[in-house]
T-cell receptor, first 115, second 116 residues
C-alpha cells in the first residue's frame, strides 16, 4: 500500500522569507502523480502544485516549487517570498497514474507566516 | 463558477441518529470521491464513483455507511446509527475522469459532523 509521510507537524516562516516543507512517500509503482494541496482554515482544499513522476524536471508555479527526488521517494515544497495568505495546512498527496485518481494524503504541515 | 458544493456544512446529532450529506460535483465531472478528515489528520479515502457506479470502497466504510450517486450527478453519504467516533469532516471531491485526467481533485468545503 502506498503511504505518504510528512514529518513536520508545524512550521513557521517570516513574511518574505523562504520555507521548505518535507514529504516522503512509499510506492512500488513507477508511474504516479505527487501533489501539494493547501487547506486554509475553514476553506476548501486547493491544489498548489503537481508533479508527474516520469518528468525529471521539478514543477514550479510562481512562488511555489518542488524538489522531486524519485529514487529517494522525496517530494519537498519550497515557498519563496512567503505571504500572510500562505498560512494554511499543507498536505502532500500521491495518486497512481491511470488508476482511480484516489489520493493518499500525509498528515499535513501547519504553516504559520509571521508578519 | 460553480465548484463542488456540500450540504449541510455543519451537522450536530445525537448518538444513534442517522445523518445524510449531499455533494454536488462540478458539472460534467465523471468521478466523485468521499473522504473523511479528523482533527490533525490528512483526509482518508472512503469511496469513489465513476458516473453512477461505485467502483471502490475503503475498509473504513463500515456497513453503517452508504453512499449513492443515482444519476451520476449529485451524491449522498448516509451514516446510520451514528457513533461519537464518526465525528469528523466529510469531504467530497470530483474530477473530470479519464477524458480530462490530470490527477487533480477539486474539493468542496466539507460537511462537519459532531456526534454528541
Amino acid at each position: 500500500a502506498q503511504t505518504v509521510t510528512q514529518s513536520q507537524p508545524e512550521m513557521s516562516v517570516q513574511e518574505a522569507e523562504t520555507v521548505t516543507l518535507s514529504c516522503t512517500y512509499d510506492t512500488s509503482e513507477s508511474d504516479y502523480y505527487l501533489f501539494w494541496y493547501k487547506q486554509p482554515p475553514s476553506r476548501q482544499m486547493i491544489l498548489v502544485i503537481r508533479q508527474e513522476a516520469y518528468k525529471q524536471q521539478n514543477a514550479t508555479e510562481n512562488r511555489f516549487s518542488v524538489n522531486f527526488q524519485k529514487a529517494a521517494k522525496s517530494f519537498s515544497l519550497k515557498i519563496s517570498d512567503s505571504q500572510l495568505g500562505d498560512a494554511a495546512m499543507y498536505f502532500c498527496a500521491y495518486s497512481y497514474w491511470g488508476g482511480s485518481e484516489k489520493l493518499v494524503f500525509g498528515k499535513g504541515t501547519k504553516l504559520t507566516v509571521n508578519p | 463558477d460553480t465548484g463542488v458544493s456540500q450540504n449541510p456544512r455543519h451537522k450536530i446529532t445525537k448518538r444513534g441518529q442517522n445523518v445524510t450529506f449531499r455533494c454536488d460535483p462540478i458539472s460534467e465531472h465523471n468521478r466523485l470521491y468521499w473522504y473523511r478528515q479528523t482533527l490533525g489528520q490528512g483526509p482518508e479515502f472512503l469511496t469513489y464513483f465513476q458516473n453512477e457506479a461505485q467502483l471502490e470502497k475503503s475498509r473504513l466504510l463500515s456497513d453503517r455507511f452508504s453512499a449513492e450517486r443515482p444519476k451520476g450527478s449529485f451524491s449522498t453519504l448516509e451514516i446510520q446509527r451514528t457513533e461519537q467516533g464518526d465525528s469528523a469532516m466529510y469531504l467530497c471531491a470530483s474530477s473530470p475522469g479519464t477524458s480530462g485526467a490530470t490527477g487533480e481533485l477539486f474539493f468542496g468545503e466539507g460537511s462537519r459532523l459532531t456526534v454528541l
